[in-house]
């Protein structure tokens, strides 16, 4: 028995809704869920959707149509089935379908007609070119032709949405018709191989140390505002003075002299001499630091540590050399003594080891400036009026900007650039 399509109730004030258009042909198949038409109410534009599935049989009124909400604006039923009168459908309705049930009488030649049924074709579906629009053999190939690579509506429009190439669908409708069900199940592959592949992913919870840095690094970023200042090194006297010392001061130590040393030197030395950036902001006071502590950040696999070297300035550079590298070797051999890590003033991040130029690193609270440091790069520069080849790199102060200005900074920065450019007056 043929099912009726009603104009729906889209909401507690509506009376009646326009058709807007029809998104299915009389005679097509559709599928549960698909759109049957476009229904405008006083507010919105939605879709009918087919509560079932099977062929539309009739369409009672045109696009543009006002129809009271539950009047019987389609009927869908088998392929090419009757469509019987029923309570809901008005004397003038039950004319109308007299008339279209008329029009279903499909006029069509012997051989169209025996080649219909031999394919399963709906003739009602087919436009005939003969005499009194006859559907004539021609008609029906041309249909069968054409028909083996429809899609339907919705089907079409999902593949455009979800940017899929309906060339590698697989229609399992009438005549290997693409319809939502193969749109949907080759989404379905799709999304069950995202799935398998996200499910390679590693999850692991933020704690331990990785918490304990991730909280402090959040608190300095939003608490101190930042203000970075880079300057470039010519390094060139440095490389010399290493390879002088290198040695001298392995035969002292036991250790090789690293560039990192020689910078933990420079920035003592001068900070010593500039105060102003050797302090910290705690509990809305200020404190100046007498002793230069210097911190450098050392990477292990659970995160980030700062030891500290302190009196670094009363220090020479064998002594700063032997205790960064006992220091690094006891926190690698996981002996983290909280005296490592205390009363320091200043912290310098070194990445020159990496191809990393400069970078803009976060104060490590509560101190108020660090230094980050680049690789060192030969590259071509003017010198005395003619190009030659040095050793360069990068330098970027971070400062708290409530507690030091932008000149004791940069004046900090154009004193750390003279010593690392004259190493030898460091050692005076």
């Not at 869908?76 to 004319?95: L, P, R, V, Y």
């Not at 749109?183 to 933020?206: D, M």
């Amino acid at each position: 028995m043929a099912r009726e399509v009603v104009m729906p109730k889209l909401g507690a004030t509506m009376e009646e809704g326009i058709i807007v258009s029809w998104l299915v042909n009389d005679g097509e198949f559709i599928e549960e869920g698909d759109p049957i038409a476009e229904i405008q109410t006083d507010k919105i534009v939605l879709e009918v959707e087919a509560e079932s599935s099977g062929h539309l049989l009739k369409k009672l009124y045109d696009a543009g149509s006002t129809v009271k909400v539950h009047e019987v604006i389609a009927y869908m039923g088998e392929e090419n089935e009757a469509i019987e009168q029923t309570e809901n459908f008005s004397e003038s309705k039950d004319n109308k379908l007299e008339e279209i049930n008329e029009q279903e009488k499909v006029r069509k030649t012997p051989a169209a007609n025996k080649l219909a049924k031999d394919n399963g074709v709906d003739l009602s579906l087919v436009s005939g070119t003969g005499p009194n629009s006859r559907v004539q053999k021609q008609d029906v190939e041309n249909y069968l032709q054409q028909d083996t690579s429809k899609i339907t509506p919705l089907a079409q429009k999902m593949v455009q949405d979800l940017k899929i190439d309906d060339k590698e669908l697989i229609g399992s409708g009438q005549h290997g018709k693409i319809t939502k069900k193969d749109v949907l199940s080759a989404v379905t592959k799709t999304t069950s191989a995202q799935e398998r592949e996200s499910s390679q992913l590693k999850k692991v919870p933020l704690k331990g140390m990785r918490k304990v840095i991730a909280e402090r690094m959040s608190e300095s970023y939003y608490t101190a505002p930042h203000v970075t200042l880079t300057t470039e090194i010519n390094m060139t006297e440095c490389v010399i003075l290493r390879k002088q010392l290198l040695p001298v001061i392995e035969k002292e130590t036991g250790y090789r002299l690293s560039y990192n040393d020689l910078i933990v030197k420079a920035v003592a030395h001068t900070l010593s001499k500039n105060k102003a950036l050797n302090i910290s902001l705690q509990n809305n006071e200020i404190y100046f630091y007498e002793e230069v502590n210097i911190g450098f950040a050392v990477s292990l696999d659970e995160g980030l540590v700062v030891p500290v070297i302190e009196n670094t300035d009363q220090i020479g550079l064998a002594e700063i050399v032997k205790r960064s590298k006992e220091i690094v070797a006891n926190i690698k051999n996981g002996k983290l003594s909280p005296e490592y890590f205390e009363n320091g003033t200043f912290t310098i991040s070194n990445l020159g080891m990496y191809a990393v130029d400069s970078f803009t690193p976060i104060i490590n609270q509560p101190q108020s400036a660090i230094l980050g440091v680049g690789r060192i790069v030969e590259k071509p520069v003017v010198k005395n009026g003619e190009v030659v080849i040095n050793s360069m790199m990068q330098l970027s102060l971070s400062f708290d900007h409530r507690v030091i200005d932008g000149a004791p900074a940069a004046q900090f920065m154009t004193d750390l650039k003279e010593n690392l450019e004259n190493p030898f007056r460091m050692l005076v």
